[in-house]
């Protein structure tokens, strides 16, 4: 398997915020490049050190960077598009700026090429007992009777391969009943609320804190034919943009999360506000070992978990609003 290595800019007081943060979306390794550990060596190295390599002495200047690798495939770009979300939400908490600039490199690699490459190994999929999902540029010359479900996820997170999308689509297919509205937290490129419209929805609305994610969700719709009024897009924190929090008053039949456990349970009033008595909540993006964790914070506001399902060390979880 071939990797790409991201080197991700930020400064001191912000390597543990984001390696806690990296963990949640599942990178258990990576690579921490902190001038101020150096320095500190260097102020307090015991022994007798007759001469430090130049090499090692310019450990001592420089931006911190923390490094980590991410297959070269479609569960990597899908990773990536992870590790983009958190940084724009750790940018928006860091109101003093301490935590650096919060961009990523890949190095070695122009992105746009990166970003292209990994298509060779998003094939047709099949999920579920109705969908098969298949990217744009590739020919399924027999669907199986399945509904196919046509994604270009651009730099979106949701090509159906990340097994965090996998277990909500096979959720969604058992608990949505034809005439449903969704709301899609954290949409990606809005595979799952396109999926349920295809196997029935009347309406989705579809939110993400990414332009690039809320422009391709409603380009993957129109591809799948679904009607521009039946499908809705917005661009926006529901956390702290009150105008567009606002804006979701309606009572959905069901509300897909797949984002990471912090937001998930940040955004637990959110849901019970959006959802209708007896809805049907679907969260994921979860760590394993974090997924008792935010059941528990979503069962202390009055939802009650049906299912869990857990793949890989990923966990997915069906709640109902009481």
């Not at 949640?24 to 260097?42: M, Q, W, Y």
């Amino acid at each position: 398997m071939e990797w790409t290595e991201v080197n991700i800019y930020t400064a001191s007081a912000g390597v543990e915020m984001l390696c806690s943060k990296l963990e949640d979306i599942g990178i258990k390794g990576f690579a921490i490049r902190d001038p101020e550990d150096f320095k500190e060596f260097l102020e307090n190295k015991e022994g007798k050190w007759d001469y430090i390599d130049d090499d090692l002495m310019g450990l001592s200047s420089g931006e911190t960077c923390v490094t980590v690798y991410l297959s070269s495939n479609s569960q990597g770009a899908d990773m990536l598009a992870s590790l983009r979300m958190i940084l724009e939400e750790l940018k928006r908490s860091d109101n003093s700026g301490s935590y650096g600039r919060l961009e990523a490199e890949l190095s070695s690699v122009h992105e746009e090429d990166w970003a292209n490459n990994w298509k060779q190994y998003f094939k047709p999929t099949e999920v579920g007992e109705r969908l098969v999902i298949k990217p744009s540029w590739e020919e399924l010359p027999d669907d199986g009777g399945r509904i196919i479900l046509e994604i270009d996820p651009a730099s979106s997170f949701g090509t159906g391969q990340h097994h965090t999308t996998r277990l909500c689509l096979e959720l969604l297919e058992k608990c949505l009943s034809p005439g449903d509205r969704i709301l899609d937290i954290g949409c990606g490129s809005g595979i799952l609320s396109i999926g349920a419209m295809l196997l029935g929805a009347e309406s989705a609305d579809a939110v993400d804190i990414e332009e690039n994610s809320a422009a391709a969700a409603a380009e993957n719709a129109g591809k799948n034919n679904i009607p521009q009024e039946k499908y809705r897009t917005y661009c926006g924190n529901i956390l702290t943009d009150e105008k567009l929090s606002a804006g979701f008053e309606q009572e959905y039949d069901i509300i897909t999360a797949n984002i990471v456990a912090d937001i998930i349970i940040a955004m637990k009033e959110h849901f019970r506000r959006y959802l209708k008595t007896g809805g049907i909540l679907i969260v994921s993006g979860i760590i394993a070992e974090r997924a008792h964790e935010v059941i528990g914070e979503l069962e202390s506001i009055g939802f009650e978990p049906i299912t869990s399902n857990e793949k890989d060390g990923w966990a997915a979880a069906e709640l109902v609003k009481k």
